[in-house]
T-cell receptor
Framework: QSALTQPASVSGSPGQSIAISCTGS?????????VSWYQQHPGKAPKVMIY???NRPSGVSNRFSGSKSGNTASLTISGLQAEDEGDYYC??????????FGGGTRLTVL | QVLLVQSGGGVVQPGKSLVLSCAAS????????MHWVRQAPGKGLEWVAV??????????VDSVKGRFIISRDNSRNTLSLQLNSLRADDTAVYFC???FGGGFDLWGQGTKVSVSS
């Protein structure tokens, strides 16, 4: 199972909006609505930000939103804040009954 | 308090074995599938294994098939990962995680495994 494809890095200024893409195939993202997104800060465990494509867990800011079109999912962060800086990973369920992660995207808040 | 607390890990020689444990509290452990995810130094997250809520099904990433064994004890709210025939490329921080909505909504603190002679 090949890793999902994410951009290595994205950046934005405080208050701006950014989007991180996650591209898979008909064997994962394109066939299931089990895409989730995680934020990770150095030395810490990941934290779920979005699950099942567009659902936000309680306690996660409504500045975070998720969507999917075909084989590509996206995480959008609006009103960027300094605390949003970190690494972001997508993951999807696959037709092998397994899960696959994206390579990760480093978000820098300028 | 809803928690996953990990133990085990350490430095081990290539070819040897190690057991990682993950103790759950604050939720109905037996109702959820549980996963292991790892992260090699300076690298991204890699899904490793899943075990169904009742332990009836276990699945692994290809690179650990035949070497790692995931198990659970629902009477003790404990998840385990037995790592056999360890290789240098198994060196990573290993996380246990609870599944919800097709994703992972609760994570352990991580435990480091270093495979080195």
């Amino acid at each position: 199972q090949s890793a999902l494809t994410q951009p290595a890095s994205v950046s934005g200024s405080p208050g701006q909006s950014i989007a991180i893409s996650c591209t898979g195939s008909n064997s994962d993202i394109g066939n299931y609505n089990y895409v989730s997104w995680y934020q990770q800060h150095p030395g810490k465990a990941p934290k779920v930000m979005i699950y099942a494509v567009s659902n936000r867990p309680s306690g996660v800011s409504n500045r975070f939103s998720g969507s999917k079109s075909g084989n590509t999912a996206s995480l959008t962060i609006s009103g960027l804040q300094a605390e949003d800086e970190g690494d972001y990973y997508c993951t999807s369920y696959t037709n092998n009954n397994t899960w696959v992660f994206g390579g990760g995207t480093r978000l820098t808040v300028l | 308090q809803v928690l996953l607390v990990q133990s085990g890990g350490g430095v081990v020689q290539p070819g040897k074995s190690l057991v990682l444990s993950c103790a759950a509290s604050g939720f109905m452990f037996s109702a959820y599938s549980m996963h292991w995810v790892r992260q090699a130094p300076g690298k991204g997250l890699e899904w490793v294994a899943v075990i169904w809520d009742d332990g009836s099904k276990k699945l692994y990433v290809d690179s650990v098939k035949g070497r790692f064994i995931i198990s659970r004890d629902n009477s003790r709210n404990t998840l385990s990962l037995q790592l056999n025939s360890l290789r240098a490329d198994d060196t990573a921080v290993y996380f246990c995680a609870k599944e919800f909505g097709g994703g992972f909504d609760l994570w352990g603190q991580g435990t480091k495994v270093s495979v080195s002679s």
